[in-house]
């Protein structure tokens, strides 16, 4: 099969728990970014940004993650918060995944805007399989917290919309869902009588 083809339907996500090994380098990091950064984008406003967490500060992060839980509930158990922080430590390379949306552009509207940051996402899921890696986006509600969007230092315009969690994953992957092409693909005719 054409290698583009193989590598987008090898892709498949694999849960932070489930990924173990080495930490990515910043070389293997570039060629995500470069990847990312060649996804279409109208206009050229660069809206997606990645920010890998340097692995000696993941600790730092868990207790982000468990700041960012008490908000959400300030009544949060030990236990609640002991599984926020290890979902800061799960996998061995996480990456902040911030969209920089400008919603006053006069040309680009913002969906445009969350296009390109989608497309970038996928082509640094690719890399991953040209990498020999698994990973999977995740968010949830702490994505919106003041204490992460704090830590990651975001602007008004700036959304973190999850993480890339990336690690190495030895066993076979779920079988993937994919949707029935007829879903996704349908062909336009001209309208009766015009
Ligand atoms: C922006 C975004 C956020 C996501 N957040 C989560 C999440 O918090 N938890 C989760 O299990 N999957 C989440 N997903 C879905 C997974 O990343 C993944 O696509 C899904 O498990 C299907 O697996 P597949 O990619 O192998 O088809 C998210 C996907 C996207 C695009």
Do not use: Y
């Not at 509930?73 to 290890?86: C, F, K, N």
């Not at 902040?96 to 996928?122: F, K, T």
């Not at 704090?150 to 973190?160: K, M, N, Q």
């Amino acid at each position: 099969m054409n290698p583009i083809l193989t590598a987008i339907h090898a892709r498949r996500s694999v849960s932070p728990r489930r990924l173990t090994g080495r930490a990515l380098s910043i070389e293997e990091l570039t060629t995500l970014a470069e990847a990312a950064a060649a996804a279409p984008d109208h206009g050229n406003l660069g809206p997606l940004h990645l920010i890998a967490v340097a692995p000696e500060d993941r600790a730092a992060l868990a207790e982000v993650f468990a700041r960012a839980a008490l908000e959400a509930d300030p009544a949060a158990s030990a236990e609640d918060l002991g599984r926020a922080r290890d979902r800061a430590l799960a996998a061995p390379t996480l990456i902040a995944i911030v969209a920089r949306i400008d919603d006053r552009h006069p040309a680009v509207p913002a969906s445009e805007q969350w296009i390109s940051v989608g497309a970038g996402l996928q082509n640094a899921l690719l890399v991953l399989e040209t990498l020999g890696c698994r990973g999977r986006i995740v968010s949830g509600r702490r994505v919106a917290s003041q204490a992460l969007r704090s830590a990651f230092g975001l602007t008004e315009a700036e959304h973190l919309a999850g993480f890339i969690a990336i690690g190495a994953f030895e066993g076979d992957p779920k079988p993937a869902r994919r949707r029935a092409t007829e879903s996704v693909l349908s062909i336009w005719r001209r309208p009766e009588g015009r």
